[in-house]
């Protein structure tokens, strides 16, 4: 079991400064546990209480996440859900890979509703399918296509809303 909790002072994220002051007296909460009852089975649960801006506004998250990755195998799944003072959003999505020595085709698909009281256009669904190549065991190049659908009307069909990816991943 693994976890992690901290408090934190300071403006919310929403303000986009760095090194923002306080813009209120409360302060605000996040953490995670996690669980791995297989070597290569692990999920969480992680939280976020808080307030933003001078009026307090609520600013609350919760997520769970499970993962495998054993073999060629991966498999992720992550389910959001957060409250923004009255408005709620909630999202999930779902990738899966295979990888063939330094090659590894993924799949995703991604859901996410900016407003789950309301049929607005905060609705969106992204499926994406690609290609990693591991460079060696901490760094890969990563070729997607994600499709996007949204309640706005635009669609798969409408080449503007999609996009091509190209990035590099690193870690250390």
């Given at each position: 079991?693994?976890?992690?909790?901290?408090?934190?002072n300071?403006?919310?994220?929403?303000?986009?400064?760095?090194?923002?002051?306080?813009?209120?007296?409360?302060?605000?909460?996040?953490?995670?546990?996690?669980?791995?009852?297989?070597?290569?089975?692990?999920?969480?649960?992680?939280?976020?209480?808080?307030?933003?801006?001078?009026?307090?506004?609520?600013?609350?998250?919760?997520?769970?996440?499970?993962?495998?990755?054993?073999?060629?195998?991966?498999?992720?799944?992550?389910?959001?859900?957060?409250?923004?003072?009255?408005?709620t959003?909630?999202?999930?999505?779902?990738?899966?890979?295979?990888?063939?020595?330094?090659?590894?085709?993924?799949?995703?698909?991604?859901v996410?509703?900016?407003?789950?009281?309301a049929?607005?256009?905060?609705?969106?669904?992204?499926?994406?399918?690609?290609?990693?190549?591991?460079?060696?065991?901490?760094?890969?190049?990563?070729?997607?296509?994600?499709?996007?659908?949204?309640?706005?009307?635009?669609?798969?069909?409408?080449?503007?809303?999609?996009?091509?990816?190209?990035?590099?991943?690193?870690?250390?």
């Amino acid at each position: 079991m693994d976890w992690v909790l901290a408090g934190i002072n300071g403006s919310d994220f929403s303000a986009m400064l760095a090194n923002a002051e306080e813009d209120n007296n409360v302060k605000d909460f996040a953490g995670r546990i996690g669980y791995s009852p297989l070597n290569n089975l692990s999920g969480g649960v992680s939280l976020y209480s808080g307030k933003a801006t001078v009026a307090a506004l609520t600013r609350n998250r919760t997520g769970l996440d499970i993962k495998y990755e054993g073999g060629p195998y991966y498999l992720l799944a992550e389910y959001m859900t957060g409250e923004n003072d009255v408005i709620t959003a909630q999202g999930y999505y779902a990738e899966a890979g295979y990888r063939i020595s330094d090659l590894q085709p993924v799949v995703r698909y991604d859901v996410y509703d900016g407003n789950t009281a309301a049929a607005d256009n905060s609705e969106i669904t992204i499926t994406a399918v690609g290609l990693n190549y591991y460079l060696g065991d901490n760094a890969k190049l990563q070729f997607i296509y994600e499709g996007k659908l949204d309640k706005a009307g635009v669609g798969w069909s409408d080449a503007d809303n999609n996009v091509w990816i190209l990035q590099t991943a690193v870690k250390f």
